[in-house]
């Protein structure tokens, strides 16, 4: 099966670099970059909304926002000839990040029970 798999991706990733100017590889690697900063600033930001602190919630909700879209971005500013189904894909992931980010930052933390 990996006989197959690996030069299938290696044909997929020349395709992409060739025509579409954009390459794979960094494109995986600016994803997985961004994983540890987009956890970190979602914590930030839930925590910044728990404790009410409203320039540290615009702060974090920032980054959060440029680090879920850093990755489509390097798309849109070195892709070429690609076609325009791809562009409203990468919209619509962008809009799914800001519509999750505006669910959790509206989402009220669930109150402390205290066990008497």
């Not at 894909?89 to 799914?96: A, E, F, R, S």
């Amino acid at each position: 099966m990996f006989e197959y798999l690996i030069p299938k991706i290696n044909e997929i990733s020349t395709m992409a670099r060739e025509n579409y100017g954009v390459n794979p590889t960094i494109f995986i690697i600016i994803y997985l970059v961004s994983v540890p900063i987009f956890y970190y600033s979602l914590f930030r930001t839930l925590r910044a909304i728990t404790k009410n602190l409203g320039r540290e919630i615009m702060f974090w909700s920032a980054i959060f926002l440029c680090v879920n879209i850093t990755p489509f971005i390097y798309v849109f500013i070195f892709g070429r000839n690609i076609p325009w189904w791809v562009y409203v894909i990468i919209v619509i992931l962008i809009g799914q990040g800001v519509l999750s980010l505006i669910l959790k930052i509206r989402k009220k933390p669930e109150t402390e029970t205290k066990i008497i």
